[in-house]
């Protein structure tokens, strides 16, 4: 297990109208609960984490592109990749040093940031509606199986054999 610096960070949670106390390794917070961080500042901390954890090259190249593509699609779920990463990260390292197992990092980061990847298949139409808070109908659902998660797995495999 790494030697981490840990930060207390004060966050406001604006579902229980309550402020917590979060632990932060690394001096990168765990949790985003409200969102107020932009996707540029999270993406500065995702890039960070990677340099911290040796990824490199043409996965992480092509993790970033794929992520890319999303944020100009719905950045929403960009930034729920990018919030999610931080937590994937330390429970793969606490799992890591639980078993005294040396994990590879990198599928780690790659799940979790692109997890939303199927999203780029969603119509706009549906991605709105599900802001707005709007009843999804039935054929909504079906939609969003269908093209959310086998999308999804498609893009991630042909993901390091497109352009930009």
């Known amino acids: 297990m790494t030697n981490k610096r840990i930060i ?3 966050k406001f949670n604006s579902h229980t109208n309550m402020t917590t106390t ?3 390794p690394n001096m990168i917070p765990l949790v985003d609960y409200v969102g107020q961080r932009p996707y540029d500042d999270l993406l500065v901390d995702a890039k960070e984490i990677a340099k911290q954890n040796g990824i490199n090259g043409s996965f992480l190249d ?6 890319g593509k999303l944020a100009r699609h719905d950045e929403d779920a960009a930034i729920g990749g ?3 990463l931080p937590i994937a990260m330390e429970i793969a390292d606490e799992i890591s040093g639980f078993y005294g197992i040396n994990m ?3 599928p780690i980061f790659g799940g979790a ?3 939303d990847i199927g999203k780029l298949a969603v119509p706009q139409s549906l991605l709105q509606k599900s802001t707005a808070g709007l009843e999804w109908t039935a054929s909504d659902r079906l939609a969003m199986k269908l ?6 797995g498609i ?4 993901g390091s054999r497109q352009p930009g």
């Open 155 to 158: 893009f991630v495999l042909a």
């Open 147 to 152: 093209t959310f998660v086998l999308a999804g």
């Open 62 to 67: 092509t993790t970033f592109r794929l992520l």
């Open 8 to 10: 207390v960070v004060d």
């Open 22 to 24: 979060e632990l932060c």
């Open 104 to 106: 590879d990092p990198s």
């Open 113 to 115: 940031i692109l997890h």
């Open 82 to 84: 990018l919030r999610t």
